[in-house]
């Protein structure tokens, strides 16, 4: 499939491997990422309890390694891993944030470039 791959922040091969190539579950994984990153990232506070930021940051990092987005899953695993001063999860949530923009960003343009497949009579 031809992609428009704009940060190689999600490696789309990996996940459509571990889909076995079945297109319509790799769409349906993707927008669940979208939805549960945007849930997960919220919970990311630097003021929070060691145990909600450890659990957000831990599930955010599951959940990217599952879809193939391992820069992400690397920024959260370092969230996962500081400690309980507001100044260093500050810095790694941004590392997060930035992360996962790429990684939604690339995922916007796989979505989209699957709707055009569709609208082609090609997906």
Sequence with gaps: ????????????????TYAGGDMALVEEVLELFREQAAMWVRLLDPH????AWRDAAHTLKGSARGIGAFALADACEAAELAGAGAGERTV????????????????????????????????
Excluded at 92 to 113: F, N
Aim: aromatic share 4%.
């Design 1 to 16: 499939m031809a992609r428009r791959d704009l940060t190689g922040a999600v490696d789309f091969g990996h996940l459509e």
């Design 48 to 51: 929070a309890a060691a145990e």
């Design 92 to 123: 790694r949530v941004e590392r997060v944030k930035d992360a996962l923009a790429l990684a939604l960003a690339d995922i916007a343009a796989w979505l989209h470039e699957r709707e055009l497949q569709r609208i082609r009579g090609r997906g």
